[in-house]
């Protein structure tokens, strides 16, 4: 039989846990670029929306944790990231040998391929044509890669953009004879400007590329509740619910 004093004592201590507050959330701030629709762009009231943001914030109700949104230019994404004012990049970043040096991947979430854009009467038909021509791209994206790739790093028509949406404005105005860039983002460009009259090549020798969520180098404990709330939205068919969302089915 337990004496009053230990009965008394352990009403005590049950009474202290339960009145103890229930553990905060953690909340990690995500940095994007909002000028990558259908991906990430800010709606009418200045929020970040789009297929990343849809991603991260249900990966973030599948573990537990919150998520603070961050529009960042595309120059400063991997910067704010290593530095430690950002703890996760998501922004159709594709993963790359080179990115993987300074930066950690989740599991590849998208696939993607790189298209040339010109307008509807222009006698380009494949990426060899371009040589000569003055290309658009966005500045340190894959895009930019491809094309330093064939036609060289330091090549003078290459003209590098802040966003896709100048590059593409650029070439309405003919101030470049094409664009590359990632496909789903042209072709939800075409979709929403159709009076642009471009026209999209798909050329044979663009590989396909895989977008991941990046963490800082060695943050495998937050990679490791991204790649399970990733892999936990995929088979309840959150994931695809959103993809259809953007993409169609």
Not at 5 to 27: F, N, Q
Not at 119 to 143: A, H, M, R, W, Y
Not at 168 to 195: C, F, I, M, Q, T
């Amino acid at each position: 039989m337990l004496k009053l004093k230990t009965i008394i004592s352990c009403i005590g201590l049950s009474a202290a846990i339960i009145a103890m507050p229930a553990a905060a959330e953690k909340t990690y701030t995500v940095a994007t670029d909002a000028t990558f629709a259908p991906f990430e762009s800010l709606n009418k009231n200045r929020e970040i929306v789009g297929f990343d943001a849809d991603i991260i914030k249900a990966i973030a109700a599948k573990q537990g944790f919150k998520i603070k949104m961050n529009n960042t230019p595309w120059e400063g994404l991997f910067v704010s990231l290593n530095n430690g004012e950002r703890d996760i990049v998501i922004a159709a970043v594709t993963i790359t040998p080179e990115r993987q040096k300074s930066m950690d991947f989740s599991a590849p979430y998208f696939d993607a391929k790189q298209l040339i854009v010109v307008k509807e009467d222009s006698p380009i038909k494949q990426f060899s044509d371009l040589k000569g021509k003055k290309v658009g791209v966005q500045n340190g994206t894959t895009g930019d890669t491809v094309v330093q790739k064939q036609f060289g790093k330091t090549n003078p028509d290459i003209r590098r953009y802040e966003n896709i949406t100048l590059a593409l404005s650029e070439l309405s105005n003919s101030g470049v004879s094409a664009v590359v860039a990632d496909n789903a983002v042209v072709r939800n460009y075409l979709v929403n400007n159709p009076k642009q009259k471009f026209r999209l090549i798909d050329d044979t020798s663009f590989a396909v590329e895989h977008y991941g969520i990046a963490v800082r180098k060695g943050n495998s404990k937050l990679l490791n509740e991204i790649n399970a709330g990733l892999a936990g939205i995929k088979a309840d068919g959150t994931y695809q619910k959103i993809q259809n969302k953007y993409f169609g089915k």
